[in-house]
């Protein structure tokens, strides 16, 4: 493998620090070798070999989360340069100096950059974001789709609970109980699935409370920083449409909404 030479440029980066859980945050300078092509994980990287300050001070490596750096996993999410976005993907030389890393707001920041995304997730157990399937039985390669439901179906799925549309969202904070647009698109995404439907009324009554679709302010925001493009407003529009007949459902006392 070759690796890039090293050109003796300097990259200026700032991050915003936290040693622990519920501590005070503060600013650290560093400078690291440039190499052509590196991104945000690279400069951490570097950071992590030689934890140095610009000023020559010896410091703790920063924190922070990654796994599959192809932005398919969303766990280095981070602010940068004052937008939510991947750390894999975002390249150096894309950036201005000097580059300013922050955690999302939204979560809790565990240290530095590393955040605790329960809150979406305990939203994603809230919605049943699964097809309800426990393995009991054999039930075969189930129900087909059509296509064109399914290419936009799968455009929903790419969704890889980074975090990006919940820290880009003004309704989502601490003091909010609104769950977010990833979940709400989810819901979309596994009423549609042909088994998934099993439950689909269980689904929109989770999001008619609380929480739900009512939060929603309708910024846009959400599409905007959404690194896989996702139309998480059009799901969104969907629902409050399916919501509708599912309040008139459940007055009636109708059956399960299973279409």
Known sequence: MQIAANTGRMVKVEIL????????????????????GMNVISI?????????????????PVSWDMNCLEEVCGACSMVINGRPRQSCSTLVDQLTEPIKLEPMKTFPVIRDLQVDRERMFNALKKVKAWVPIDGTYDLGEGPRMPEG????????????????????????????????PAPLSQVRLFNTHPTGAMIKDERLNAIMGDGGLANCGNSQNCVAACPKG????????SLNRA??????????????YVD
């Open 44 to 60: 951490l990287m570097e950071i992590q070999k030689n934890p140095v300050t610009e000023d020559g001070v010896n410091t703790s």
């Open 149 to 180: 439901k399914r290419q936009w179906a799968y455009e929903l799925s790419k969704c890889m609970t980074c975090g990006v549309c919940m820290e880009a969202c003004p309704n989502v904070s601490e003091k909010a109980s609104f769950i977010g």
């Open 17 to 36: 620090r936290q040693d622990t859980q519920g501590g005070n945050s503060y600013w650290q300078k560093f400078q690291v070798p440039y190499r052509h």
């Open 243 to 256: 919501t509708t007949v599912q309040m008139f459902r459940n007055f009636f006392g109708s059956d399960h």
């Open 230 to 237: 996702i139309p998480l407003t059009t799901s969104i529009a």
